[in-house]
């Protein structure tokens, strides 16, 4: 496989200059260029198939449930989302369609397996059906309202779900449907996450069932200390109104509390969670029948407890705490052991996300801080193997590996080197299914065995056979480099170079910029068409990945801590000096482009190096950090209602006078994330300031622009401003 993409990758380099031109339209056009890449890829409980969520060949932003046999055979559609949908989502369900990055996606957009892997849990549009491998799709409801956070009992004997405020069950067996939380109503709920959960911790549900299926944890959400943000979601057809319930930064967030309830009736049992009320409810599991683990996050998000729960009772004790001087990350990798009593976990203590085993008394580690461990994705406990994805030796790779649980030996990769992998297994870790990309490759899905061995291809996607093919003899590939910051850690970034460049011509350049916490952008996996589209185009494309990006451990992440807009502005710029002493380079013309917190970087960027950068174009941005939410704000800059220095030295809005580039502002009117309010204070800033600038706005977009058509019209007006601002190539 390395030998076939290192003849690729040369293939590809010494066609670059004959290449035929990508337009920016194809880019967004269906079929998808990088070929049918499913999502939400899993092996069903008796792990004898595979299902996936697969975009049409018409509608890219459409996905129908697929599903194929482990041991081979053709792939056929088991649930058409055209035939089963049809309905309209509510409020809810478009916000937390949001959350999970999932609000253009039409169709299909979740499933769950049966217990007996015959079958699928498919919400669509806001109903419910349940769709067995063969045979009719059976209609469980049909409501007014959402069917949200839909789940099966582990028996199979019933579908828990949240309507309005309250959670309800959906018995199989008699085809009725029963409340059990009658309470829910204005500003309480039950059994739903709360917008911060939702948005920045990735809790993405309330309710928890029970090994045995006899009970239910869920949350009771009381909002009405949360303030409300009117906000005004400007669409085409006209402008609605909603009142929503957000925690800005150093407000009361919504009162959390966790129950407990049985299936078959009784009191709610009461979970202990401490006397402070002003704490995050960050994770829920099950440890056994009768036990789970809670875990408590301060407000200050230093401390992070875990505390064991008698379900009958709800007395809570502590088993252990994560603490930290600047934030402790929250992950999904609690994964209980067969004597409810152990567990598995990871931890930072040590400065790097190492594997961990709590024994009931102690935690013991089961790797070194040579691997950083990202996701546990199956535990073998019979074989005394557990399998994760990481990061060994280079951020810019990462690959499945196999451990032992009892810690002996180094860890053992599974997936070959020279890209990027995401992987899900079997219960037991029998086999997975991996999905790898490189710069060279599209985004492919393998079966592959325990031991590291690929046993057949789910999807090939080989590069020639996708809808890219008539444009892969230009297709560029990336440089990959690092730059040392200034306390001597390496910033890693990559640059894209426009082939053919005559001798001494000198091209511009779109510099992209995120820079926030918890993302890596400069990785060894499939890139995006957008940077082909501009390479192709003349441009030169850099990114760098500056302190604080994810996967670098603590000491990468922790220069951040109360001082977001200063040690990335640091090493952007010197990553800029870099960019410009490039011989190929026009160093006048170099343009900044960033979305969400890229969109603050280019506009601090633009003010506190007022003629570094030939232009910028800020898409979503932050401005004023008092204006975002309490969980993610607070994280990096503490309390503004205890502390509002940082907020006032990371506003960027106070720098507007000092703007002397030319500048594109781009905002969704419907933004609920990001909300307008922030550019609409820059551009007040701007205009009192009197510096002139370009605005672009979409009515009834979120915070991403991600209907084709539009993300068309976006970049056809980025082009224009860069061809206007910077010259054209």
Request: aromatic share 8%; net charge negative; charged share 25%.
């Amino acid at each position: 496989m390395r030998r076939l993409l290192g003849a690729m990758a040369g293939m590809l380099m010494a066609a670059g200059a004959d290449a035929a031109e990508l337009p920016i339209e194809r880019v967004f056009a269906s079929p998808a260029l990088s070929g049918s890449v499913p999502r939400a890829l899993t092996l069903s409980p008796d792990g004898q198939h595979i299902a996936y969520l697969k975009p049409r060949a018409d509608d890219a932003l459409r996905t129908d449930l697929w599903v194929e046999p482990v041991g081979g055979g053709a792939a056929r559609m088991a649930a058409d989302s055209l035939a089963m949908g049809g309905g309209a989502l509510t409020e809810a369900e478009l916000q937390r369609r949001e959350r999970a990055r999932i609000a253009s996606a039409r169709g299909i957009v979740e499933y769950r397996w049966t217990a007996d892997g015959r079958g699928f849990l498919v919400p669509v549009d806001g109903d419910l059906w349940l769709q067995p491998l063969d045979g009719p799709a059976r209609r469980l409801t049909q409501s007014a309202e959402s069917e949200v956070d839909a789940k099966l009992s582990p028996d199979g004997r019933f579908v828990s779900f949240v309507r309005g405020a309250n959670l309800w069950l959906f018995d199989l067996a008699a085809g009725a449907e029963r409340p059990v939380t009658t309470e829910g109503g204005g500003a309480l709920s039950y059994g739903q996450a709360e917008f911060v959960a939702q948005e920045e911790m990735k809790r993405m549900t309330g309710q928890w069932w029970s090994p045995d299926s006899r009970r239910i944890a869920l949350t009771r959400v009381d909002e009405s200390g949360v303030r409300v943000a009117v906000r005004a979601a400007i669409g085409s057809d006209g402008t609605r109104v909603t009142e929503q319930r957000y925690p800005f930064a150093g407000t009361p967030n919504a009162v959390v509390a966790l129950e407990i309830r049985a299936v078959d009736g009784g009191a709610p049992v009461a979970v202990d969670l401490g006397p402070d009320t002003d704490i995050y409810l960050a994770r829920v599991d099950w440890l056994a029948a009768d036990r789970l683990v809670v875990q408590r996050q301060s407000r200050d998000q230093k401390r992070l407890d875990l505390l064991e729960v008698d379900a009958a009772t709800g007395r809570s004790r502590l088993l252990f705490a994560e603490t930290s001087g600047t934030w402790v990350n929250l992950h999904d990798n609690l994964k209980p052991l067969a004597d409810g009593r152990r567990f598995l976990w990871t931890s930072e203590r040590s400065g790097v996300s190492q594997l961990m085993l709590w024994d009931g008394a102690r935690l013991r580690a089961l790797t070194g801080r040579d691997v950083l461990v990202d996701e546990v994705v199956a535990l073998d406990e019979a074989a005394g193997l557990v399998f994760f994805t990481g990061v060994v030796g280079t951020p810019l790779e990462r690959g499945l590996y196999r451990a032992r649980l009892d810690g002996r030996g180094a860890p053992v990769r599974l997936t070959e080197g020279g890209g990027w992998a995401e992987a899900v297994m079997d219960a037991k870790g029998e086999v997975a299914l991996v999905t790898w990309s490189s710069p060279a490759q599209p985004p492919q899905v393998s079966l592959v065995s325990r031991e590291g061995e690929r046993i057949r291809f789910v999807i090939e996607n080989r590069l020639e056979e996708t809808p890219y093919a008539p444009f892969a003899a230009g297709h560029v590939l990336p440089r990959f480099g690092t730059l040392t910051a200034a306390d001597g850690q390496a910033l890693h970034w990559m640059m894209l170079v426009p082939p053919g460049l005559a001798e001494g011509a000198r091209a511009p350049v779109v510099f992209e910029v995120y820079g926030g916490p918890g993302v890596q952008r400069v990785r060894r996996a499939w890139g995006s068409l957008v940077h082909q589209h501009l390479v192709r185009r003349g441009h030169v494309v850099f990114v760098l990945d500056n302190r604080g990006s994810a996967n670098r451990g603590v000491r990468f992440e922790a220069p951040l801590h109360r001082a977001l807009g200063t040690v990335e502005v640091e090493d952007q710029l010197k990553a800029l000096d870099f960019v410009k002493s490039q011989p190929f380079v026009d160093p006048e013309r170099v343009a900044l482009y960033g979305w969400s917190y890229g969109g603050y970087m280019v506009l601090r960027l633009l003010t506190r190096a007022p003629e570094a950068f030939a232009a910028g174009v800020a898409g979503a941005p932050v401005t004023d950090w008092r204006l975002y939410d309490t969980h993610y704000t607070e994280r990096y800059l503490g309390n503004p209602a205890e502390d509002d220095a940082p907020y006032a030295a990371a506003d960027v809005t106070v720098d507007a006078g000092r703007l002397a580039r030319p500048l594109l502002l781009i905002h969704g009117l419907a933004d609920d994330n990001v909300v307008f309010d922030h550019s609409a204070k820059m551009m007040a800033a701007l205009q009192m300031a009197g510096r002139p600038f370009e605005t672009m706005v979409y009515p009834g977009q979120a915070h991403g622009i991600r209907e084709p058509a539009l993300a068309v019209h976006m970049w056809r007006t980025i082009l224009a401003f860069l061809d206007r601002s910077v010259g054209a190539p």
